[in-house]
Every structure is written in structure tokens, then in C-alpha cells.
């Protein structure tokens, strides 16, 4: 009997760390640096395709990317590494030379100039 | 060694200390200019941050290589600013709410076609519908080149709309998403909304979704009504005009507490002046009188996650027509003065209650219940039409995600139930239906050039059987600015004959139903397939931005409710034998001439034709070409929100078959088509202030005419008696005034 029990017991402690490790809804919330409304749609979709991210939504303002994960499937830093592939900085990683260079020219955040034309504008 | 490291580590340090010597010195404040404690600022990418002091007032270490300084605080919108110079900084912060709100209104323009959707959508907005400034839904279209409106019958002078070339009955017609014109409402149901209640209408072309039931064929309209959140707290429009017609329009709109919001909006409508300009001995428009009455109760709770709409309506209508000293208390059942009235009186519930999952923005459910008791009393002359109908409609929908939000879907179960009772001149038809649904509809798009949405219903219907409705839109962008999308899909309806064609009351004809042992009136239920496919290319010409669509669109009839006006003495009903097939295609340009003046224009062909009994005939009193263009123009705003506005529509309508009267008397036959005529209406408002506008315009302005629109009229109970066939205006030029007074 005691021995079910402790098994019962186990078992729970064991889903329950479970569950608390792997949330198959997790929001996280990253900066990622952009400066536009075409850096939007390619960081939403560079998220989004990213196996496990259900709902990615940037805002141009805070630069503050919303993503929803499975946390089962993916993390925090797989999804930087795919923002970073598309071009775009994380604190967890930085875009390659190359994959920033690709990006359109309005869309080149590191820029001063760049920036201040976007602010210009609004 | 040591010396060495120590010495690096100080050289380091000091070279940091050359870089850190400056600060950024500001403040941070609210609207108000009230300093915010406690607020975050810090470098974007670096870790160098601080927070604000009781005064809003902050310090941070800047280097050059800092570009960008974040703001943020809760509840706030978070700032992300370029830093230049090292100035003494003052920021002001918007709470975060009320920057969505200002986003929105800067948004806002009066019409738009849609880049995004996978629908062929056109929205229009209050501005557009202050355009045209009369008066209730059925009149809102006019601005706009998708609705075609026509005039139903000589004697009430009620504008029936069409899409695609048919009839209101084969448009969804729905108000919040909740089918609303519908069964015995179907003629004069959109007359029943007052204009200033609109806030925006949304109009699809083709297939609509499987979300909103079976019934719809050929398009879909979706009335989004004012909100207490969002409407003036209280409104006043006044109008009159010369045809003797007064409206008045009030809204009340109270905030209870943090959660609930409630609306009072009061119409009433009164015409008592009598116009006989043709001198045919009928009145040229009703007499009329109608109260109208909406109660609407809005709560949200943000935190929860919860919303929910109730609204409450009650309308009284009542229409007087017919010979110019027609008295109803004297002569109502008399034949020897014709008269008629219709009397309206209807009750409206509905109520929505939505969920959004707070932390899965992406899933979401909704329940949204609706019953209705619609009255008609009336009488045509000698023939009594009444029709009570009571409607009740629920439908559950949950939205959420495969995967994630490239592949959405909604899912859900409708159940509707239907009474209608009638009495056409003295035979009873009663009949009840009920249907349960459900359906699926999977919506996939890629975020880039290409979206879809695919649908499915089923359906247990009591007449209509069980049946399976597919509709399918695609969208696909083959390059910048050009959008292509198609549609196909499937609807199926039950024709409510009588209160479809009531006009048809006011006529000599005997009514015939081919009786073929079918489920409604003895006849089949109506099927069609919708295909459409459209293309829309914005362009910039001059530095000025517009643009272009084309679209085409096919329904085919599998089975239809045939109205057969061919032979002057009778109109009868049968179900389809044959073909019956509507195309129409319509080339369409929207352009900003410069900041003051926009232009639309539009061509539209239809053919539209149908396999009668006599042979196949294109429809009758349907144009074939139609012209279309409107030219807005504004001057800027002043300070106070001054402003002139004008606006001008110009219409032609091309030639029009005529139902065949060869069988009548000489006297009483028409010709095989009508002549084409124009069309010119135009509007000028004055906005004062913010709080205060007031307008002028004129309809119909070239005064074109029909001549003898009811034939037979020196003898409304012989046999020739006729005031179907209507194909233009009846009343002439007609000039109107109001005003608009809104506190917020």
C-alpha cells in the first residue's frame, strides 16, 4: 500500500514539475529590434514559423515581440535564433552580417538615419 | 605582471569614464503634466537603466554609441526614443487606451476595399454614410457602386437594393452579424434602421461564410449599429424636406460603471403632407408615420476577458397610400376610392456574449441569440395581406488555432426556428420552420501573398431537408498593391413569395402558384451557386494615391422561385425549369485627386436572365448598364473643426426590359424597354464645431420622372389596374435641410 501510494506520489510531483517545466501555452515576451511596419510582418512571421510559436504579435513602438509558445516544442532561444536568421537582434541573439544586410533598405534599424526617417513619418 | 593588469584595468576604466562622463538628464510625465514615479528608462540593448523619482525627473549615464532610450511604465504606452543630443529630455507618456483611440480615428477613412481580407469586402464607414444624408439603411447605399437601388412599386415608393443583379432576398442581410432582414421583414426591413443608428456597413460580394447560416446567395451586408462605449454621449439630427417629410434622431449614451456602458436611441418619422405632382389622382409618396425605439446594454470586462451586448427594440410603422382622398376610417373596404395601409409593429432581443481567452489571445468564443415577433397588417384595396412572424436564431462560435495562427478556424452550432403565419386576400398559409446546423471553416493564410478560407456546413431543416452548404474564398497577391481573389459557394433559402413581392398586392393580376407538391407555398426550396472572381490594383498616379477593381461574378440556379410578370392579368409563381443565371461584372476606380477632392467611378453590367414559362427573357426592370461616379471634395479643417463638405453622385441607368403588357388594351401597353435616364444627387454640410453641423442637398436634381407609373389609375378595381411596373423616380427633384448636434 505504502509503496502505491509513494508511487502515486512520485507520479505527481513528476507531472506536476512536468507541467510546470513544459507549458503547452507560454508567453514570453523578447525585444527585438526593428523599426517598421515591413519589420513587423517578417518578425511575426520568422516567429511564427518557428516550430511550436502559436501567436506572434510586434509592436513597432516598444519593440516588445508577444509570442505564445509550446513550450514542449521550442524555447526562447530557438525562437531568437530564427528572429536573428531573418535579420533582426534579440538579447539572446544577434543577427549575422549577412542576414542583416538582406533586409530592405528601410527596414535597416541600426541605422540612425534609418529611425529617424520612420519617426519622421509618424 | 600585476602593474600591468592594474594598469590596463584603470586604463580601461578611465577610457569607460571619458564615454560615461555625460548624462541624460529628463523628465516623465503624464498627460497632465503631473510627474510619474517609479517609470523605467533605459539604453535599448544595454542593461544601463534607471527608474524615474517622485518628480518624474531621471538621470542616465549616456555614451554615443546609445541611439535609443526606452520609456515605459504600466499602463502606459512604452516610448522608444532617438537620442541625439544630450538635452534636457521632457516626455509625456499616453495612457495606453487612449492611444489606441486616437490611432483608430486617424485611421479611419470614409470607404475601404479591403487588401487583406480573403473576402471581396467593402466597408463603409459613419463619414461615408453621412454622404448621403437621408435617412435609414435602405438609403445608405447611394454613395456606393456594389448596391444598385431600385424602386419596388409606385405606391409606397420603398427602395429595394440589389447585388449582383438580384433581389434583397438573396443577400444576407444582418445586423451585428445576427441575420436581421429576413422572412416577412424582407421588403421593408431595411427602412426599419434609422441612418444616424448605423456606425459602419460591411458589404461582401459572392459567397459569404458558412458562420452566418445557409441563406445567403449573393452577397452578404453586415450593419454594424453605434455602440454606448463608443457613441456620443448625446446626439441630436433634425431633417425636413420639401416633400413634407420630418425626422428626428437622439441618442443617449450613459456609462454605469467601469464594466457597463447603456444606450437610449429614439427615431421617429412623420410625413403628413399630400403630393400628387403627376396628377394620376394617386399620392405620389405615403403617408407616413414611425416610432422606433433601441435599448442597447454594452459591458466589457478587460480583465476578465469577457463582453457582451443586450439590445431591446420596439418599432411601430405605419404607411398610408393610394387615392388622394382615400380616408382609411370611410373608405377601407370600399370600391369605389382605393386606398391602403400597412401598419408594421416589431419587437427585437438580441444578445451577444463573447469570451477571449485572456492568456491564448487567439482563441475566443461567442453566443449570440436573437428572437424577433414581426406584424404586418395591411391591406391593398380590396386585398388583405397580414403576416406575423416570429424568429428566433442562435449561434455558438469558437475560435482558435491549428498549430498556430496561420491556420485558424471557427466552429460552432446554429439552431433558428421560424413561425410565420399569413393571410393573402383569404387564404391562411401557415407554416413553421427549424433547421440545426452546424459548421466548420478553416481560415489558412501565410502572412505574405496568399490566404484562403474554407467552409462547411450541415444542416437539419424541416421543409429544406439535410443539406451540405461548401463556400470557398481564396486570396492571392502577385505583387505589390494587386490583390486576386475568388470565391465559389452554395445557398439555399426558402422564398417567402407574398412578402417578397407585396407590391404585387397593389395590382389587378391574379395570383398563381404553380402548385408542385413542394414543402413552402407548394414549391421548392431555391438553390444557387455563387462563383466570383475579382482583382484589385492600388496604384499612386501624380504622387496621389487610388485604385482599381474588376470583378465578375455568376450565380446559377438550380431551383428558383420563378416571378412570372409576363402576362399583364396574373403573376405567378413556379419552380425553375430550365436556366436561370445572373452575371455581372463591374469595373470600379477609387482616386484622391488631390487632398480635397476624391473621385469614384464605376461601370456595372449585368445579364441576368431566366427561363419563364413563355421563354427565356432577361430579367425585367433590370438595367443592363449602369454608370456610377461620385466626387467628394473637403476644404481644411480650421481650428475648431470648421469645415465644408460637399459631395455628388451622378447615376445613369441604361435601358430596362419592361414586363410584357402586349395582351392589355392599347391604352394600357408599354413599350418593350424603357429609355435609359440620369441620375444626379448632391449634398453640401458646414461643420461649425465639433458639436455642430448642419447640411442641404437635393435628390434627384434633374426632376427626372416616370410618366404614368401605375397604369390604369382613372380605375384602381378594373382590370388593368397596375403599379408594379416601376423603372424610375416617381416624385421628381426634392431638396432637404438638417442638422447634426452631438456633445461628447
Redesign the interface.
Known sequence: MKKIIILICVLFVGISTEAQKKKK?A?LIL?V?GVCGMCK?RI??AA?KTKG?????W?V????LMV?IDERKTNEVKVCENLANAGH?T?KAKASKEAYDALHECCKYRN?EV??EH?KKQ | MEKKIIFSIFFVLGFLQVFAQQTLKGKVTDKDKQGILGANIYWLNTSVGVTTNEEGKFQIPYKSIYKKIVISFVGFKTDTLVVKEVNFLTHVLKEESVLEEVAITAQKKATSRSFLQTQNVFTVNSEELLKAACCNLAESFETNPSIDVNFSDALTGTRQIQMLGLNSPYLLIAQENIPMVRGASQVYGLTFTPGTWVESIQITKGAGSVVNGFESISGQINAELVKPFSDKKFFINGYGNLNGRLELNTHFNHKINKKWHTGLYIHGNIRTEKFDKNKDGFLDTPLAEQINVMNRWQFTNNETGWVSFLNFRFLNDRKQTGQLNFNPDLHKGSNTIWGSEIKTKRFDFSGKVGYVFPELPFQSMGLQIAFSNHDQESYFGLRDYNINHQSVYSNFIFNSIIGDTRHKFKTGLSVTYDKYNELVETTNFDRNENSLGAFFEYAYDNTENFSATLGVRLDHHNLLGTFVTPRMHLRYVPWEKGVLRASIGRGKRSANIFAENQQLFASSRQININNSGGNIYGLNPEIAWNYGVSFLQGFRFLDEKGDISLDFYQTNFENQVVVDWENPQQISFYNLEGRSVANSFQLETNYRLNHHFNLRLAYKFFDVTTDYVSGNFSKPIQPKHRFFTNLSAETHKRKKGSQWKFDATYNFIGKQRLPNTNSNPTQFQLAEYSKGYSLLNAQMTRIFSENFEVYVGGENMTNVKQKNPILGSENPFGANFDSTIVYAPIFGSTFYAGFRFKID
Request: aromatic fraction near 4%; hydrophobic fraction near 25%; charged fraction near 45%.
Open positions: 501555452n508567453k525585444e529590434d510582418k511575426e512571421k511564427l510559436v502559436k501567436f506572434a504579435s509592436n513602438q516598444s519593440h516588445e505564445i537582434d538579447k540612425g529611425i529617424e519617426q
